[in-house]
């Protein structure tokens, strides 16, 4: 049993990005109940286990929660510290994040289990929280990095994609209240969804660029950096699919020209595809390097691993499901199998970390 003080430095050091892990498991959860591969003999098992992952999100959010709030209260220096961080600034998002893809599972897998009140609350309760702390962090962190002046060109990462991805997942949960709230303010709900959609990926579009170049005319980040380099495939995978859901969800206030903006939703989410599939080949290439050359050293931003693939698989299957392709369906099953061996692979690692105590060092 730890003595008092192990757990105090635990509590004091504890890692930002720890909420990626509910946000792969909800993921996880949401991809499931799509029933991948549209087979009906596979449906009922598929949705008892979108339910058992659900279930497992929802409660790693709450452990999580309780701690980093008492967190805010015992050790408020070091977490103001944090959030002004160049790396561990960003991982504050995951937060946010991470309710607002549980919002939007709640809306595809709480219908499964809970009852209609419940789910309506909990959607509405992770909804607004999600958006109003999502779109806070994405203004902070970016006004913290304006102003520290010790930030360079090689300090940019992967981690830099989760404020602006927080943006782009708002839409998600927003979509899924718009039955619920007051019919004058539907209209209102979805331009929101669509202005966040907006702020998010065009800060994407921002961040990769620097990416970009910082990869191009810098040596690779460090060993223990190279999962957030997965975190592009999230607003990839998020942004194609918010943008079929806004069309498909407004249709009553978009009128005649649904049909071509449809279209054109479909041609662009098509496009963010191809792109995510060549984003993927490169991380596969840089990932085996440095597997190769001494390995990855496991942290919480492992779980990048996780939502981003999983986001994209999501893409994947409503486009399959949007152009009636039996191709996208048969990619987006494989993509399923590959996110379950992610989310078990990363989720073995996280119980040996926690046992033997690296879990709780920073990197």
């Known amino acids: 049993m730890p003595t008092s003080q192990p757990r105090q430095e635990i509590l004091r050091t504890l890692h930002p990005g720890w909420f990626g892990a509910v946000m792969g498991t909800a993921i996880v959860a949401t991809i499931l109940s799509l029933n991948p591969g549209n087979l009906p003999g596979f449906k009922p098992v598929l949705q008892a286990g979108a339910i058992g992952f659900h279930v497992f999100a929802l409660l790693a959010m709450t452990g999580l929660l309780i701690p980093t709030v008492i967190r805010w209260f015992r050790f408020p ?14 991982m504050f998002a995951t937060l946010p994040a991470a309710l607002l893809v549980l919002a939007s599972t709640t809306a595809s897998v709480g219908k499964l289990w809970l009852s209609p009140s419940l789910t309506n609350l909990l959607l509405m309760i992770l909804s607004v929280t999600g958006t109003l702390l999502g779109f806070a962090i994405s203004i902070l962190f970016t006004y913290a990095l304006f102003l520290n002046t010790e930030v360079r060109k090689e300090h940019a990462n992967g981690a830099w994609f989760i404020p602006p991805v927080v943006n782009i997942i708002i839409p998600l949960a927003l979509l899924a209240l718009i039955p619920l709230v007051p019919e004058a303010w539907r209209s209102s709900v979805f331009a929101l969804s669509v202005a966040f959609w907006g702020a998010g990926f065009f800060l994407f579009l921002m961040v990769a660029a620097v990416l970009y170049e910082r990869l191009i005319f810098h040596a690779l980040p460090p060993a223990g950096m190279i999962p957030s380099l997965w975190i592009g495939l999230g607003p990839i995978g998020v942004g194609g699919l918010v943008l079929l859901r806004l069309v498909q969800t407004g249709a009553a206030f978009l009128n005649e020209s649904t049909p071509i903006l449809m279209q054109g939703a479909t041609m662009a989410a098509l496009s963010l595809w191809g792109l995510g599939i060549w984003w993927l080949g490169v991380l596969i290439l840089v990932t085996t390097r440095v597997e190769k050359n001494g390995g990855i050293p496991y942290s919480p931003g492992w779980w990048g691993y996780v939502f981003p693939g999983g986001a994209f698989t999501a893409l994947t299957l409503s486009l399959a499901r949007t ?23 990363v989720f073995w690692n996280t119980l040996k970390a926690v046992q033997n105590g690296m879990a709780w060092k920073r990197g």
């Open 323 to 345: 152009l009636n392709s039996s191709f996208f369906e048969i990619v987006g099953a494989l993509f399923t199998l590959g996110l379950l061996f992610l989310w078990i692979r």
């Open 77 to 90: 220096k070091e977490s103001v510290q944090d959030i002004i961080h160049p790396v561990f600034g960003a």
